[in-house]
């Protein structure tokens, strides 16, 4: 089985767009050249915040499909979370 992630982006509004990938960095090239969601295209550019690994394709997109629903402070709280892995 692929690794699959979750991923979420902060758009250049600053709002927060999740989805789920198998290369999440490439995945942000392509919403960037906008070619991605419809929602980012229109909210460029977009950086990527919240980056986490999931078993396969139907875990990650359990999980983006939880936390679409947290609501915008729940993926603050996560973005902040990714900053800082992000960082090290």
Same mark, same amino acid.
């Given at each position: 089985?692929?690794?699959?992630?979750?991923?979420?982006?902060?758009?250049?509004?600053?709002?927060?767009?999740?989805?789920?990938?198998?290369?999440?960095? =490439? !995945?942000?090239?392509?919403?960037? *050249?906008?070619?991605? /969601? $419809?929602?980012? #295209?229109?909210?460029?550019?977009?950086?990527?915040?919240?980056?986490?690994?999931?078993?396969?394709?139907?875990?990650?997109?359990?999980?983006?499909?939880?936390? =679409? !629903?947290?609501?915008?402070?729940? *993926?603050?709280?996560? /973005? $902040?979370?990714? #900053?800082?892995?992000?960082?090290?």
């Amino acid at each position: 089985m692929t690794k699959c992630y979750c991923y979420i982006v902060e758009c250049a509004d600053g709002t927060y767009y999740t989805g789920w990938a198998i290369d999440p960095e =490439k !995945r942000v090239e392509v919403h960037n *050249k906008g070619r991605g /969601a $419809r929602y980012t #295209r229109t909210r460029l550019p977009v950086k990527l915040v919240y980056v986490e690994e999931q078993a396969d394709r139907k875990s990650a997109m359990k999980r983006e499909m939880a936390i =679409k !629903r947290m609501g915008r402070e729940g *993926k603050r709280k996560l /973005a $902040r979370v990714g #900053r800082g892995q992000m960082e090290k």
